[in-house]
Every structure is written in structure tokens, then in C-alpha cells.
């Protein structure tokens, strides 16, 4: 099941400082993903959707994936997140999206469809 996690302006900063999100997030269970975009991004619309879609359905039944979004383009830190994305991840497309296992970086991608993006977890 997807699991829409909150994060805060403080994790955020904290992720800029230590160049990567904190065991807080990444740890908060065995299956994370953090999604980075903006709110013009029709890409970041389509994946928000079929989120959405699989939060009201209750899937995968198979997993529980703890989902945290950070739309940058509103936070009051934007440029120097935007800077933070680019520079540190070495990734200026939209939407980003970094995966983590038991606490670990797996890989990342960009724009996915609804099925990539589950199987970046089986």
C-alpha cells in the first residue's frame, strides 16, 4: 500500500546540509520513495495521480511503500533547493525520484509510469 508521509521544512534543510535525507525518512519503512517536482510539472500530475489512486485502493497488497513528496517550486528555500537537487543529486529533470530499501539508496529515475515505479520495490 502506498503510505503518503508528510515532510517538513526542517528535513528538508537538514537533507541540504547532510546531502542526503535523513534516516528519519529513509528508515521510516522498508520501502521508501522521496519525489521531487514542481507544481507546473504535468509530469509530477500524472504520478501524483496514480499515487492517489493506489493510496485510495489499498495497493500494492503486497507492500507498503512510505511516499514523501517535496514540491520545491513552493517551499520558501526554492532556489537553494533547486540548487541542492541539481548539484548534490546531479539531476535537473522533473519529476526525481529517489528510492530506498531497508535505509538504503537504491537508484533513481525520473518521470514513470504507475507499474515502473512499483516494481522499483518487488
Known sequence: MIVEKNISLSQIEE?????????DIIQSGSNVAVIMSQSWCPQWHMVKSFLSRLNR???PEEIDIDVYEIVYDQ?????QFLRF?????????IPYI??????SFMTSTNYVSE???VRQFE
Open 98 to 103: 529517489r528510492y530506498y530499501k531497508n535505509g
Open 57 to 59: 485502493e489499498g495497493r
Open 15 to 23: 537533507a541540504m546540509k547532510a546531502e542526503e535525507f535523513g534516516t
Open 115 to 117: 507499474s515502473f515505479f
Open 75 to 79: 517551499l520558501e528555500i526554492f532556489h
Open 85 to 93: 537537487k541539481e548539484e548534490t543529486f546531479g539531476n535537473d529533470l
